[in-house]
C-alpha cells in the first residue's frame, strides 16, 4: 500500500534557490510525516527517481543518504521511461515478496536556475563524482521519429498543436469551436488552480483570456498559446512512500494513511508522432482504458476522483475520447500542469500526493492518475482506493497497443504530390511566420517538413490547409 505522500515547493519566481535534490529530500521526509512514521524511511530498500533536467547521475543515492535510508537500492528512469513504471516495480517487487519499503520521489528547480541566470549566477548542483545508480532504465523505442528532427520539429508544443489540429478535422469541428472547446476546458482547470494553495499559477482565467494569443498570452504553435502549455519553470518535487501490510504494521502506520493500488498499467510500446495511421487517436491508451474496465468491473468515467495527464489541451482531450471519459467534467485535483506547475518527468507523483489525500477523505472512492510519457507515446495509469482490492493489476500491455496501432513509413525529404493530414503555425512575435507540415505523399510514405509561403502559413494558422494538396520539394512544400 501507499503509506505517505509529501511534496515541497519554492516561490515560482525562483527566489527560493534551491537545487532540486533538495527539493526531493524535502518530499520525501514529508511522505515519511504523513505516514507517521519518519523512521520508515530508514527501512527503505528501493529508491527510484526519474530522470530531470539535472544533472546528478544518481540523485536517488543522495536522498537515499539524507533520509537514512543506507542500505536502499537506487534506480534511476531515464526520460521516456513512463511516470508510472517505478510505481509499476515498486508495487511488483513488494507483493512478490522481494522488498518491503520503496521510495518514489522526483523533482526540479528550473525556476531557481531561471532566476540565478537572470541575475547573472549559476547555482552549482551537488557533484557525484562517478557515481552510478544501482539501476539504470532507458526507454525502448523513439520519441520522435527522425524526419521530425531533421525538420527543426524539436519541441513537444509542435506535435501537441498538430495533434490537436488533426483532431478538430477528424472530428469536423470548425476552428473557432475547436477553439471554444479547449478555452473552456483549460479555465475550468484554472479556476480549480485558484482554490490549490499550492499550485504555481493559482491565478483564475477565464475562457476568453485563454482562447487566442494575445500580449499576455504569447503565440507558440497554432492553435496554442503560452498559458495552454504546460510551465516547467518551477521548483517542486513530491515524493511515494510504498510498503508491505507487515511493514505498515511494524512502523506502526495508522491504517487510516494506508491507500491501496488497484492497478498500475502501461503500454511501452512506443510509436513517434508522424509515424502513427491517425495523428489524432492514441489506441495504446485505449487498450489501457478497456483493461482497466475489465479489471475494476466498471467504465473508467465513474470512477470519483481523476487526474488526468495535462501538459496539452490536446493531450486531455485525445484520452478523454480513449478511455470513455466525461468530456465537461472537470479532469483535474490539482489545476493541471498548466496552472498547479509541470515539473519536467515527475507531475505524475505530485498529481498522486492530492488524489491520495482526497481518497483518505473518501474512503468509498477510487481515484485515477493518467501518464503520457512524451508525446503520447508511452501511456500509463495508476487507480487507488482506500479500502483493498480484490486483486492488483500491474501490467505492461505493449503487444496489445502494438497489434492495434497502424504505422507509416516517414520521410524528410521527398519529390511529389501531397496531402496535408496536420499542420501547425509558429510564430516570430505576434505574427505566424512558418508552418511545420505532416504529408501523406502519393507512394504511401509520409513527410515532415515546413513552409513559409505567408498566405499559406496563414491560412495553416486557422487549420484550414488540412485536406489539401501540396507540392513537396525536399524539405520544403507550397500549395499545389
Known sequence: MLVGV??????????????????????????????????????????AVPEGSWSYPDAARIVATRVG???????????????????????????????????VVGGEAMASRRRAERDGRSLTELDQADAVADERWSPVGAIMADAEVQAGMWS?????????????????????????????????????????????????????ELRVPGPANRGLASPYAK??????????????????????????????????PHACVESSHAVPLSRRGELH????????????????????????????????????????RELGLDAD?????????????????????????????RLRRRPEALGMVTAVSGLLTKPGITIWGARPPSGLLVADHAAEAAAVTSVREVTHTATGAGTVVSVTA????????????????????????????????????????????VVVRGTECSPS
Do not use: K
Open 6 to 47: 509529501g511534496e515541497a515547493h519554492r516561490p515560482v519566481d525562483g527566489s527560493g534557490a534551491v537545487e532540486p535534490v533538495d527539493l526531493m529530500v524535502e518530499a520525501a521526509l514529508a511522505a515519511g510525516r504523513d505516514a507517521h512514521s519518519v523512521a520508515l524511511l530508514g527501512a527503505v530498500s528501493m529508491v
Open 69 to 103: 535510508a543506507v542500505g536502499a537500492r537506487t534506480v534511476r528512469a531515464d526520460v521516456g521511461v513512463a511516470q508510472t513504471a517505478p510505481i509499476a516495480v515498486a508495487c511488483d517487487r513488494i507483493r512478490r515478496g522481494a522488498l518491503d519499503v520503496a521510495l
Open 156 to 208: 513537444p508544443v509542435e506535435h501537441y498543436a498538430c495533434i490537436e489540429n488533426a483532431l478538430g478535422h477528424a472530428e469536423g469541428q470548425s476552428f473557432d469551436a475547436q477553439l471554444d472547446d479547449v478555452a473552456e476546458l483549460w479555465a475550468r482547470c484554472s479556476e480549480v488552480a485558484a482554490a490549490n494553495p499550492l499550485a504555481a499559477f493559482p491565478t483564475q482565467r477565464t475562457a476568453a
Open 227 to 260: 498559458w495552454h502549455v504546460s510551465q516547467w519553470a518551477v521548483d517542486q518535487a513530491a515524493a511515494l512512500l510504498l510498503c508491505s501490510a507487515g511493514a505498515a504494521m511494524d512502523a506502526g502506520v495508522p491504517t487510516d494513511r494506508w491507500v491501496f
Open 281 to 320: 487517436r492514441w489506441p495504446a491508451m485505449r487498450v489501457l482504458g478497456e483493461a482497466l474496465s475489465r479489471h475494476l468491473g466498471r467504465p473508467l468515467r465513474d470512477v470519483e476522483v481523476q487526474e488526468v495527464y495535462s501538459c496539452f489541451p490536446v493531450a486531455v482531450r485525445v484520452q478523454q
Open 329 to 357: 467534467a472537470v479532469p483535474t485535483v490539482t489545476g493541471g500542469m498548466t496552472f498547479a506547475g509541470g515539473p519536467l518527468n515527475n507531475f505524475t507523483y505530485q498529481a498522486t500526493v492530492e488524489v491520495v489525500d
Open 426 to 469: 509558429t510564430y516570430d512575435g505576434t505574427s505566424p511566420d512558418r508552418a511545420f507540415v505532416i504529408a501523406d505523399l502519393d507512394d504511401d510514405r509520409r513527410w515532415v517538413g515546413t513552409c513559409r509561403d505567408a498566405d499559406w502559413v496563414a491560412a495553416a494558422s486557422r487549420r484550414e490547409v488540412i485536406g489539401s494538396g
